[in-house]
């Protein structure tokens, strides 16, 4: 016995399908640069804030 699905799957249901996927795409690849930049802040804080202390600033990374 073959299950027959409720439905066909049409052009226009895989063109939504094509849609739908690539703005999964385009979001993860904006959240993964969002996430880079962040970090690369990070970074630069306390890079920053370690040349500080050896010159002998107090200045925190706060």
Same mark, same amino acid.
């Given at each position: 016995?073959?299950?027959?699905?409720?439905?066909?799957?049409?052009?226009?249901?895989?063109?939504?399908?094509? @849609?739908? #996927?690539?703005? %999964?795409?385009?979001? =993860?690849?904006? *959240?993964?640069?969002?996430?880079?930049?962040?970090?690369?802040?990070?970074?630069?804080?306390?890079?920053? @804030?370690? #040349?500080?202390? %050896?010159?002998?600033? =107090?200045?925190? *990374?706060?």
């Amino acid at each position: 016995m073959k299950y027959q699905p409720p439905y066909t799957i049409t052009s226009k249901i895989i063109h939504l399908i094509a @849609q739908i #996927s690539e703005s %999964i795409g385009r979001l =993860t690849a904006l *959240t993964q640069i969002q996430d880079s930049l962040k970090l690369r802040k990070a970074n630069r804080i306390r890079t920053i @804030q370690g #040349s500080l202390a %050896i010159e002998g600033n =107090t200045l925190s *990374t706060e």
